[in-house]
């Protein structure tokens, strides 16, 4: 099966460093030839290689503001933790009016999304006591990670479309009958902090086409916003302060109001809690917020800002806003009468490390069992691996040789020059001039003579 991914490499920038394999979350890289190879059905798009590469060889794939042209009518869907890449004095009018002078007709925010997806999680919840903890699914990178690293808690996954899906879903709706336009001529434009979300409108999880249309990179129209930001536009605000916290670690618990939580953020941190879960240690939790990026969105690489500041001045923001009228009534006045947040199914995702023939994979199995016994177990990543197991697994399938180990090969370089040491020390008899006294009888003309076939 081919996946589209969004993070990709330059190989002319990339020099080889290793620094990307140790960082992988799924063991998806290995440098070969001095260049780093991406495994295409192992790759998440935690854009985690990006932040590690010191090189800039990876890049995320987006779409161009460009692409704009293309469509009859558009509408900007901003994600919550774009509010925070401002200082705190500006407000969310000010900013959805900049990003809708970009050429946009209109702008949705996504927060409001978030709180409809954050009632109907309650409601999941309240309604499915059967499996603990359940685990959101608004994180795209962290889905995929269960799906390709833990493909056995695949059923706690809340099995609900994220808040992006969920609003261009309702926004075309409610644009189709507002302009006349067919579908295909309104064109939706997501505004993104990470490249997962790339990832989940090109190859969205189970197969169902977006309603995305295009994905734009915040970092791209960052500095067009500055300078567009003059005033406040109060009539495009449609989301609460609950819907805008989701843009930082912790809003999304908040808002879905499951009081007996666990929070984490980090992609390495959430691998640390599904292992937990894996062993069955925490079924005592209800519910477990996790996003693959630090700090949350607010910690995705296509944002601008410093986590940290992005995160406190979200706080700040949510924390000034005065409560809203509830979402039933603000819907209601959208003349949004009923949603439903469509249900996902999430599948584990199938990667064959070994082979399909599970009597090969076990004698493959074996194998690696027996390399890794001569490997030294240091996980440098000297060989192009992350790990010793990853290379023995590599050269159990073919892709990969002994010697790769760099300890291997030192001692292969040893033994050899050993060998020629000791293969120098050899002299053919013809040629031994130390035992040409030894032995035998001279002849007239002083040399030894022997017998027909023994050794002088």
């Not at 099995?159 to 939706?188: H, N, Y």
């Not at 500055?226 to 618990?253: C, H, K, T």
């Not at 490390?353 to 240091?378: H, T």
């Not at 992350?386 to 030192?410: H, M, N, V, W, Y």
Request: with cysteine; hydrophobic share 40%; net charge negative.
């Amino acid at each position: 099966m081919e996946y589209f991914h969004s993070v990709r490499l330059d190989r002319d920038k990339c020099k080889g460093c290793v620094n990307c394999i140790k960082r992988c979350p799924v063991e998806a890289i290995r440098v070969r030839y001095g260049k780093a190879e991406i495994i295409e059905d192992r790759c998440i798009d935690c854009g985690e290689c990006i932040r590690a590469c010191p090189n800039h060889a990876k890049y995320v794939e987006r779409d161009s503001i460009h692409d704009l042209t293309q469509f009859k009518y558009t509408v900007a869907l901003p994600a919550p933790s774009l509010y925070g890449q401002f200082r705190d004095n500006v407000g969310t009018g000010r900013i959805l009016a900049a990003i809708k002078s970009l050429g946009f007709d209109d702008v949705w925010e996504v927060a409001l999304g978030a709180e409809i997806v954050a009632q109907a999680t309650y409601e999941y919840f309240q309604t499915n006591r059967h499996l603990r903890p359940l685990i959101s699914s608004a994180c795209p990178a962290v889905v995929r990670l269960v799906q390709v690293r833990f493909p056995a808690l695949v059923d706690h996954i809340i099995p609900l479309e994220s808040p992006m899906q969920v609003t261009a879903s309702l926004v075309r709706q409610l644009k189709v009958k507002e302009t006349g336009f067919d579908p295909q001529e309104i064109g939706l434009f997501f505004l993104s902090p990470c490249p997962a979300k790339v990832t989940a409108v090109k190859n969205p999880v189970g197969g169902v086409l977006s309603e995305v249309d295009r994905v734009l990179a915040v970092t791209d129209i960052y500095g067009e916003l500055l300078q567009n930001m003059r005033r406040e536009q109060p009539g495009l605000i449609r989301a609460d302060r609950s819907g805008i916290g989701w843009g930082s670690s912790g809003g999304e618990q908040a808002s879905v109001g499951i009081e007996n939580s666990l929070i984490v953020d980090g992609i390495h941190n959430v691998i640390s809690v599904l292992e937990e879960i894996e062993l069955g240690r925490l079924g005592d939790i209800d519910f477990i917020e996790a996003q693959a990026c630090p700090g949350g969105c607010v910690g995705g690489i296509l944002n601008v800002n410093n986590r940290f500041v992005a995160g406190v001045r979200l706080k700040h923001l949510v924390g000034d806003l005065p409560e809203s009228r509830p979402l039933s009534e603000r819907l209601k006045q959208l003349d949004i009468s009923e949603i439903t947040v469509p249900s996902i199914k999430v599948e584990p995702r199938p990667i064959v490390r070994l082979d399909r023939d599970l009597k090969v994979a076990m004698q493959k199995l074996q194998q690696v069992n027996e390399l890794l016994e001569r490997l030294p177990g240091l996980d440098c990543g000297s060989c192009g691996a992350p790990t010793c197991r990853s290379l023995a697994e590599d050269i159990a399938i073919g892709k990969a040789q002994e010697t790769d180990c760099i300890f291997k090969l030192r001692e292969r370089i040893m033994s050899l020059a050993l060998d020629t040491y000791n293969l120098a020390q050899l002299v053919p008899p013809a040629m031994d001039t130390r035992r040409a006294n030894k032995g035998g009888e001279k002849d007239a003309a002083g040399s030894t003579s022997t017998e027909p076939g023994t050794q002088p």
